[in-house]
């Protein structure tokens, strides 16, 4: 596995070359493929049913792609379709291009990374509310486990009011490969949810978002931020009042403060009265089960977050 930053260097390296050279250098970040794998992966083959590794596999964690490393699938939206490959019924958005299969009839799906042969999509069949199968071979993934998630991905952390909404839109926005909702930036261990709102903990919620820097950039995640909370409001959200709503970033890096502070900047410039907090990175526990990807699981749209283009305008664009 290669380091993070080796690949955000060999990134801003390819910038100045010309588009031969880069997509040359991009494949030596590849990794060796072994026979069987390039059947799968370059020649558009498919794996023997009920053979692949990930078939019968549903451990919690994160699938990339074999060739390249890019984020592909999350483990949440993984299902027993018992068709004899693995199969999931999303994406993680922008991670997988649709093409018209050779055969005229299907639709391939591909790694939009580097473009490596995952399997096929389906529609309709109603396996499951989404009514979509990706049948993937377990040759073209590799797969993270959920221990391991942030070793291999970059890490923001992100409080904005009520962690179910923010965590919604962070999980669609395209590269985040796994978000988290949680406590952090108070005093209490192991804080409860029944602590944190009794204003006693110091901790805020919420939402620790892995992004894959192939895919995305701490600063498109941080503009997202700021547009789907208030940023203006002191200790609150809408309707929800207290300390553990406040609008507050947690960078784990230098880069991510200057960012950070970068694009508050800007928005002061546009004449938005910003209150957002910065504060170094602590110790993120995970909240409970049932706050997790809780409008996603219980098929609801955020009340309290509502996406406003503030690095387009100033704060006239909501008013009467």
Not at 137 to 146: G, K
Not at 178 to 191: L, N, V
Not at 273 to 294: I, M, S
Request: glycine share 8%.
């Amino acid at each position: 596995m290669k380091s993070v930053w080796l690949t955000v260097i060999f990134a801003l390296s390819m910038l100045a070359e010309p588009a031969g050279a880069q997509e040359k250098n991009k494949m030596k970040t590849w990794r060796k493929l072994t026979p069987d794998e390039e059947e799968v992966i370059v020649k558009k083959g498919t794996e023997r049913p009920f053979s692949g590794r990930f078939y019968d596999f549903y451990e919690p964690g994160v699938y990339v792609c074999r060739r390249c490393g890019a984020a592909l699938y999350r483990s949440a939206d993984k299902f027993k379709a018992k068709c004899g490959w693995p199969s999931f019924d999303a994406e993680i958005p922008g991670a997988v291009l649709r093409r018209p299969d050779a055969d005229g009839q299907r639709t391939e799906i591909l790694c939009a990374h580097c473009e490596a042969h995952l399997g096929h999509v389906f529609s309709g069949e109603r396996l499951t509310p989404r009514n979509t199968r990706h049948c993937v071979n377990s040759l073209s993934m590799d797969f993270v486990p959920r221990a391991d998630l942030v070793k291999y991905f970059e890490r923001a952390i992100f409080a904005g009011g009520c962690f179910w909404g923010v965590e919604y839109y962070m999980e669609e926005f395209p590269g985040v490969a796994q978000t988290t909702a949680g406590y952090t930036g108070g005093r209490t261990e192991r804080p409860s949810y029944e602590e944190v709102c009794g204003h006693k903990t110091g901790h805020a919620e919420a939402v620790e978002a892995l992004y894959d820097p192939r895919q995305t950039s701490y600063e498109k995640l941080a503009r997202l931020f700021f547009e789907i909370h208030d940023p203006t409001q002191l200790d609150r959200q809408g309707p929800d009042m207290g300390d553990q709503y406040r609008s507050n970033i947690f960078y784990v890096s230098a880069e991510q403060k200057k960012t950070a502070e970068k694009l508050i900047g800007d928005l002061k410039e546009k004449g938005w009265d910003v209150v957002t907090r910065l504060d170094p990175a602590g110790v993120f526990w995970r909240a409970e089960d049932y706050h997790q990807r809780y409008y996603r699981r219980n098929g609801m749209l955020p009340g309290c977050h509502r996406p406003e283009p503030r690095f387009d305008k100033g704060p006239e664009i909501l008013r009467p």
